[in-house]
């Protein structure tokens, strides 16, 4: 079973949903070159959600998401007004869909939840959504336990449902695999913090663009919210903090913000999320030739 077959995309391609910054012009770019753009809620309103799903709509008339970070503070907010006003396709992460699936589905809308096991894959089957993201520990931002290549493997067997592998894929090769994995398709983030369209600093993309194999890091084991990020002067600290046994509340000083700032341009005291593939992204360029360097063989 293929992404095409399930909400009309020409590729079987997600866009990986970015916090905070994948956003309208990357979202609808990612579209238009026949993946499944995805709009990041991170910091939204319904307000300002509704006018970022308006400015995705009048840039293209292609399918894309919206992802609900399902440990957000207002997501009680959000879910109301999308299944008002329906989308395509929600994606959900961090959290299950359970209480509002149903309503979501009978509007029409297709759901894709990103996991990170066999056993919360069996759970989302359960569920009825349409499609899985099996998500390994290469990723970047928030992850699991287990890495890519087993668990694509394991879900794949596992449920009836369409799987796309997520972390560590930055190219042709990397879809190949996922493919020879069992999965239907992939999800792909850290590549597409290079591209043009994606609302970061210079400073960050020329960070991720400069990194090698081994420059990301994870923080937060302790406080059971892993993130990978790329390695600066702010996960040296907290690194160190985090395993002089620093409490929760400690650590999160350090966080706070963080992310904007990286988004901002601050390298060394912001969180610089990013997969171990980022060794792999070597220059600029647009979502479109992004998603062809993917499916060279499609485009």
């Given at each position: 079973?293929?992404?095409t077959?399930i909400?009309g ?31 990041t809620t991170?910091?939204?309103t ?14 293209t ?19 109301p007004?999308?299944i008002?006003?329906?989308?395509p396709?929600?994606?959900t ?13 009978e ?13 919360v ?31 694509v493997?394991?879900?794949?067997a596992?449920?009836?449902l369409p ?25 792909v ?12 600093s ?12 081994t ?7 302790t ?8 390695k ?11 395993a ?51 499916f060279?063989?499609?485009?």
């Amino acid at each position: 079973m293929f992404m095409t077959s399930i909400i009309g995309t020409r590729l079987p391609l997600i866009q990986g949903a970015l916090a905070q910054i994948s956003t309208p012009a990357l979202v609808a770019a990612v579209s238009r070159a026949g993946g499944l753009g995805v709009l990041t809620t991170v910091g939204q309103t319904p307000e300002t959600l509704a006018a970022a799903i308006a400015e995705v709509r009048s840039a293209t008339d292609q399918p894309f998401a919206v992802n609900l970070m399902l440990q957000q503070g207002n997501i009680a907010e959000l879910v109301p007004y999308l299944i008002a006003h329906p989308v395509p396709v929600v994606t959900t992460s961090a959290g299950t869909p359970k209480l509002f699936a149903e309503a979501l589905h009978e509007a029409g809308t297709k759901i894709v939840a990103v996991i990170p096991s066999v056993k919360v894959a069996k759970k989302m089957a359960a569920l009825g959504v349409d499609a899985l993201v099996a998500e390994g520990m290469e990723s970047g931002g928030h992850i699991g336990t287990e890495t890519t290549f087993s668990l694509v493997r394991q879900v794949a067997a596992a449920v009836d449902l369409p799987v796309f592998a997520a972390g560590g894929i930055a190219d042709a090769e990397g879809v190949g695999a996922a493919f020879a994995l069992g999965a239907s398709g992939v999800q792909v983030g850290t590549a597409f913090l290079a591209a043009d369209e994606t609302p970061i600093s210079d400073a960050y993309k020329d960070a991720v663009i400069a990194a090698t194999d081994t420059d990301t890091v994870v923080t937060g084991r302790t406080t059971g919210d892993a993130v990978r990020s790329l390695k600066n002067a702010l996960t040296t600290a907290y690194l160190a903090k985090e395993a002089a046994g620093a409490t929760p509340a400690e650590l999160q000083v350090l966080t706070d913000g963080s992310l904007t700032r990286a988004i901002n341009g601050d390298v060394d005291h912001g969180t610089l999320m990013a997969g171990q593939v980022a060794g792999l992204i070597t220059k600029r360029e647009s979502a479109a030739a992004i998603v062809a360097r993917l499916f060279p063989e499609v485009i």
